[in-house]
């Protein structure tokens, strides 16, 4: 069993930063750990992931160059440092993992474990 739990969310402005934290109990070793994103009435968005073996990361388009993930081993922890943030990545944000290779990454269906959410509101 892996319990994620999200944090770091908040009510920020237009080209301001926020740092989300998925901190992982239980068993913590994952193949990917990834954060994704959804608005009420659409469909979960990939977002970005990390993958354990070598810490290679791959980024939505939509954030790419702005967003960061990284991990913290000793925490337990990975991290999603957003930066420039627009009104349009305003959504429930949830992190998410999985101990398997089977499937592709940015798939919300291939993940075993979820967090529970962080809301983040970005004001124009």
């Known amino acids: 069993q892996v319990q994620l739990v999200e944090s770091g969310g908040g009510l920020v402005q237009a080209g301001d930063s926020l740092r989300l934290s998925c901190a992982a109990s239980?068993?913590?070793?994952?193949?990917?750990t990834t954060w994704f994103r959804q608005v009420p009435g659409k469909e979960r968005e990939f977002v970005a992931t990390i993958k354990r073996s070598g810490g290679s990361t791959y980024y939505a388009d939509s954030v790419k160059g702005r967003f960061t993930i990284s991990r913290d081993d000793a925490k337990n922890t990975v991290y999603l440092q957003m930066n420039t943030l627009k009104p349009d990545d305003t959504a429930v944000y949830y992190c998410?993992?999985?101990?398997?290779?089977?499937?592709?990454?940015?798939?919300?269906?291939?993940?075993?474990?979820w967090g529970q959410g962080t809301q983040v509101t970005v004001s124009s």
């Open positions: 998410a993992a999985r101990v398997d290779y089977r499937g592709s990454y940015y798939l919300a269906t291939a993940y075993n474990y």
């Open positions: 239980g068993r913590t070793f994952t193949t990917y």
